[in-house]
């Protein structure tokens, strides 16, 4: 999967604050997102992280 650091991804399952739109801030082993609803951040693997994307929007550049 094509995903840069700046992109956003919406994700099948939503955040509990209801939001499906996360933005990508780190790319390695592991994925670090920030919710675009709350500001949260978490870190997932890169497996999991690719398992929930539904659709990536590109960083206008």
Known sequence: MDVKVGD???MK???P???TQWQVTRIGADFKLRC???GRE????RS???KGIKK???AEE
């Open 36 to 38: 675009l609803g709350c």
């Open 13 to 15: 399952k939503p955040h």
């Open 8 to 10: 956003v991804v919406t």
């Open 48 to 50: 999991k992280a690719e």
């Open 56 to 58: 990536i929007t590109r």
């Open 17 to 19: 604050c209801g939001s």
């Open 42 to 45: 978490i870190m997932t693997p």
